[in-house]
């Protein structure tokens, strides 16, 4: 469902969206910092700023039960859990309905 509503979104925005390689799971606490260059999926706890690499292509999805604690670097950022702390996303920002 995720993959398709992605894909309508971006298809929209003429956009391709990068493919999700890396995933932090439900359960998963960390506590850090994390960088990050194409897709990255938050299914858990994040106490720390999370930042794309610059000028790369990246997208980051936060599921409905995830958390984030720190600040927020994408290009592309999709949220459906919650962030506390600021963001900042150079392309697109799409808050779904648990956001």
Do not use: C, W
Not at 8 to 32: C, D, H, M
Not at 47 to 56: C, L, M
Not at 78 to 90: D, F
């Amino acid at each position: 469902m995720l993959n398709s509503m992605l894909s309508s979104v971006f298809e929209k925005s003429g956009n391709k969206p990068p493919a999700i390689q890396s995933l932090i799971g439900a359960g998963t606490i960390i506590v850090g910092n994390i960088s990050f260059s194409g897709g990255l999926r938050i299914d858990g706890v994040v106490q720390g700023n999370i930042k794309a690499v610059e000028g790369s292509s990246s997208m980051l999805v936060v599921s409905e039960q995830a958390k984030i604690e720190g600040e927020v670097h994408a290009a592309h950022l999709v949220v459906n859990g919650t962030i506390n702390g600021p963001v900042y996303a150079t392309q697109l920002v799409e808050l779904q309905p648990k956001a």
